[in-house]
């Protein structure tokens, strides 16, 4: 009893809880970083102006928040030390499903498992009595079309004489519709243990709360 009673606490927290989602994403970081940087001011590169649409000054909004979370500091006037870009990209990925419906009937005589003769026209035996010439093994199916989305973001540091000191593209796959309902976790993989260990790969996960 005490064991149902625990169990029946847990799903009602979960409930009460919500739900979670788990958003993996494959990072990517290179970086030249110094190993002393005392100088943290930043501005962000002016995007072309057909990508400065507001969508894009709100994922900039996300690259700030994450900045700042790491001492770096937006510069309203003056020289900065450093220079911020961004971009991203979501392409629809239409894949074809196929699914079972059920068995396949053919026509016996069209597939030849009719009545067999043999030379001359003599009867060569006909098909078992347990064996249904009208069924297939294989099963008919049904073609369907499911979308994921493929997102990609990168975010490039520079020093105000353009070299180089950190590249991060972050890639995602899943199929959810909503690009403003996953960049916020994109946003934060880019940054996650920065600046990260350089040329490598990571798998990095994150929740986010439903409901």
């Known amino acids: ?3 149902l009673i625990a169990v029946t606490m847990a799903l009602s927290a979960l409930l009460l809880g919500g739900c979670a989602t788990t958003i993996r994403s494959d990072v990517t970081t290179f970086h030249q970083w110094p190993a002393q940087i005392e100088d943290k001011s930043y501005v962000f590169e002016t995007p072309p102006s057909f990508d400065n649409t507001l ?3 709100s994922y900039q909004n996300l690259v700030r928040g ?3 979370q790491l001492g770096f500091r937006e510069a309203n006037m003056g020289t900065p030390a450093l220079k911020v870009a961004m971009r991203f990209t979501t392409t629809d990925v239409p894949v074809r499903v196929l699914e079972p419906v059920g068995p396949m009937f053919r026509d016996p005589y069209w597939y030849g498992f009719g009545p067999r003769f043999g ?3 003599r009867f060569a035996g ?3 009595p347990f064996y249904d010439p009208f069924w297939s093994p294989f099963p008919a199916y049904q073609v369907s079309i499911e979308h994921q989305y493929r997102r990609e973001l990168q975010v490039s540091i520079k020093d105000r004489g353009d070299k180089r000191l950190f ?8 199929g959810e519709l ?3 309902e996953v960049m916020p976790a994109l946003v934060h993989s880019a940054f996650a243990g920065f600046p990260g260990p350089s040329g490598t790969v990571r798998r990095v996960a994150l929740q986010r709360k439903d409901g």
Request: proline content about 8%; aromatic content about 8%.
């Open 66 to 68: 994450q900045l700042a």
């Open 55 to 57: 969508e894009y000054q």
């Open 1 to 3: 009893m005490k064991r």
């Open 178 to 180: 909503s690009t403003p």
């Open 167 to 174: 590249d991060v593209t972050v890639h995602n796959m899943s």
């Open 119 to 121: 030379p001359r026209g």
């Open 126 to 128: 006909r098909y078992s």
